[in-house]
């Protein structure tokens, strides 16, 4: 079993910096591709960042040269650093990754796509 985990959200001014993290922990044999969604309140789930293992990276139009995706692959984290946030980033952060998981036989399984719970982050205006 593996689980991630965000944290980092929280209420900010327009304008303002957040930090999200999240960590993946459990029985992990590999981390494939990492990236970030938000989902605000009667809106669909959109991808707002990306990252592959190798470290290539996208981003959804809304927040190019504003947010920057990272990954620590010795600690199992991404993170994402969003500045000069505006109201309508307002959404709820869900955490999203590719993970291999060892399972009961003690070999690793094919990969999965792994969810958090969400942070929320609220931007007034």
């Known amino acids: 079993q593996a689980q991630l985990v965000e944290s980092g959200g929280g209420l900010v001014q327009t304008g303002g910096s957040l930090r999200l993290s999240c960590v993946a922990s459990?029985?992990?044999?590999?981390?494939?591709?990492m990236g970030w969604y938000r989902q605000a309140p009667g809106k669909g789930r959109e991808r707002v960042a990306f990252t592959t293992r190798s470290g290539n990276t996208d981003y959804a139009d809304s927040v190019k040269g504003r947010f920057t995706i990272s990954r620590n692959a010795a600690k199992n984290t991404v993170l994402l650093q969003m500045n000069n946030l505006k109201p309508e980033d307002t959404a709820v952060y869900y955490c999203n990754a590719g993970l291999r998981v060892i399972g009961a036989t003690g070999l690793p399984g094919d990969t999965t796509d792994y969810w958090g719970q969400g942070t929320q982050v609220t931007v007034s205006s």
């Open positions: 459990g029985r992990i044999f590999s981390i494939g591709d």
